[in-house]
């Protein structure tokens, strides 16, 4: 009997010690990281990666066909607007200038005589038959008409020939020179690609989501590889979205001139969407998305975790502004999973 009290003994007291570890386990405060709810500037930033484009870039095509006789730059040089690009074989032009010459001076001399002839009947007064006369003057005013259009030939003989030269429309560099000298060429040919580098852009493609918040005139600072950050300026948006990839072309104009920037080079864009002077943020993993939104783990004053409901702007970014719900200099859980609401914790940090 002795036995059996005590062991009955010995099983209460480990049930109740049992109980009283739970209940300590339980009770006891959990500790968890806290960050406070900060006051201050704050910048939206919408960072895009985007390749270099030339501000001009046009493909330069023969106006007829033929030979290319002449081919002088090749890719990656340096043009001169004005400057002459490529000659095609203009032998056939060359013979139409030589002719149209020749009936010029024909017609030229023509018409000399025309107009000594009627000098002449002019000068023999009642001499000459007022016929005769006016005949002379219709040879001259015919002659003269006839010289007209001889020579309006000469000048599209001329101009034919002139666009069988190929020169640059601005100042650029060859990206690219598809053929090469002897080759025949037509109307749909491309001769060269010319591209102005000198002060190139920026082309980014951007989710449809986040380019409606973007504007002209927007400032962004743009990272080059290997040279640092430029800034740049919002010159472009592209009124309409790409089906294909949910995106609008954005256009941005560097600041300042760069040289050597390839066409094509990937480069990274932080366009400034706004700036808040005084605004409230929170790092974007302390906010949880709850049934009805936003929310986050508030720790109160008696170390009790409360959810709340807050209103933020969402924003790719690594914190983001919360716009109700809280007050700066709240403390909140970094984690909002690390503790339930109505438990009590140990703040860290």
């Known amino acids: 009997m002795k036995t059996d009290a005590l062991r009955l003994g010995v099983l209460a007291a480990a049930v109740a010690l049992a109980g009283a570890l739970w209940w300590w386990l339980e009770t006891r405060p ?11 500037p704050v910048e939206r930033v919408l960072a895009v990666n985007g390749r270099i484009r030339p501000r001009l870039e046009v493909a330069v095509r023969a106006n007829g066909s033929g030979a290319l006789a002449a081919l002088p730059f090749d890719v990656g040089d340096a043009v001169k607007a004005g400057a002459e690009m490529a000659r095609i074989d203009d032998a056939p032009e060359a013979a139409a200038i030589e002719a149209a010459e020749a009936a010029v001076a024909a017609q030229g001399a023509v ?3 025309a107009r000594r002839e009627l000098a002449r009947f002019e000068g023999l007064g009642d001499f000459a038959t007022r016929r005769e006369v006016e005949r002379r003057r219709l040879e001259v005013s015919e002659g003269g008409r006839e010289l007209a259009r001889r020579r309006a030939v000469l000048a599209q003989a001329r ?13 650029g560099v060859v990206t690219a020179r598809p053929v090469d000298p002897g080759q025949m060429v037509g109307p749909e040919t491309v001769i060269y690609r010319l591209a102005d580098l000198t ?3 920026v082309s980014l493609e951007v989710d449809e989501i986040y380019a409606g918040e973007i504007s002209a005139g927007m400032t962004a600072r743009v990272a080059l590889p290997g040279r640092g950050e430029v800034s740049g300026t919002v010159a472009f948006i592209e009124p309409r979205v790409d ?4 995106a609008r072309t954005v ?6 001139a760069v040289d050597g920037l390839a066409a094509g080079l990937t480069v990274t864009a932080n366009l400034l969407i706004e700036r808040r002077e005084a605004a409230l943020s929170v790092p974007r993993g302390a906010v949880m998305q709850g049934a009805g939104g936003a929310e986050v783990r508030v720790v109160g004053a008696d170390e009790v975790v409360e959810a709340r409901a807050v209103a933020i702007i969402d924003w790719p970014a690594a914190r983001v502004i919360v716009t109700s719900g809280l007050a700066a200099g709240e403390r909140i859980l970094a984690a909002p999973d690390a503790a339930a609401p109505g438990a009590r914790v140990r703040p860290q940090g």
């Open 243 to 246: 089906a294909a990839s949910g």
């Open 199 to 201: 002060r190139p852009q």
């Open 251 to 256: 256009r941005l104009d560097l600041d300042e």
């Open 159 to 171: 101009e034919l020939r002139a666009r069988r030269v190929l020169r640059a429309p601005f100042d």
């Open 30 to 40: 959990v500790r968890v990281a806290v960050v406070s709810v900060t006051q201050g």
């Open 111 to 113: 018409l000399a005589q």
